[in-house]
Nanobody, 123 residues
Framework: QAQLVESGGGLVQPGGSLRLSCAASGFTLDDYSIGWFRQAPGKEREGISCIRGNDDSTYYLDSVRGRFTISRDNAKNTVYLQMNSLKPEDTAVYYC????????????????WGQGTQVTVSS
C-alpha cells in the first residue's frame, strides 16, 4: 500500500525559504504523479505543483511559479518542494499525494495522501 510522509515544514520569516520532503513507500515514483497541495484555515485544499513520473513534466499554480520548484530523487523515492521568497499567504498545511501519471494539480486526481506538514510564514 502506498504511503507518503511529509517533512520540512516550520516557521519562517517572509522572504525566507524552506524545503519540504515527501518520502514515498510501497510504490515507484516512475509510475505515478506526485503532487503538492496546501490548505489554509477556512480555505479549500489547492494544488500547487506536481511532477510526472514518466517524463518529469512539472506543473505549478500561477501564484507559486518562479518561487517554488518541485524535484525528485528516485534513489531515495522522495519528492521535494523547494519554496523560496515565501509570503505570509503561503501559510498552510502542505500535503503530498500520489496520483495517476496523467494527473496535474487537481485535488480529485489524487488517491493517497500524506498527513501534512505545517508551514507558517510570519515575522
Amino acid at each position: 500500500q502506498a504511503q507518503l510522509v511529509e517533512s520540512g515544514g516550520g516557521l519562517v520569516q517572509p522572504g525566507g525559504s524552506l524545503r519540504l520532503s515527501c518520502a514515498a513507500s510501497g510504490f515507484t515514483l516512475d509510475d505515478y504523479s506526485i503532487g503538492w497541495f496546501r490548505q489554509a484555515p477556512g480555505k479549500e485544499r489547492e494544488g500547487i505543483s506536481c511532477i510526472r513520473g514518466n517524463d518529469d513534466s512539472t506543473y505549478y499554480l500561477d501564484s507559486v511559479r518562479g518561487r517554488f520548484t518541485i524535484s525528485r530523487d528516485n534513489a531515495k523515492n522522495t519528492v521535494y518542494l523547494q519554496m523560496n521568497s515565501l509570503k505570509p499567504e503561503d501559510t498552510a498545511v502542505y500535503y503530498c499525494a500520489q496520483g495517476a501519471l496523467w494527473a496535474t494539480i487537481q485535488v480529485e486526481s489524487y488517491d493517497y495522501w500524506g498527513q501534512g506538514t505545517q508551514v507558517t510564514v510570519s515575522s
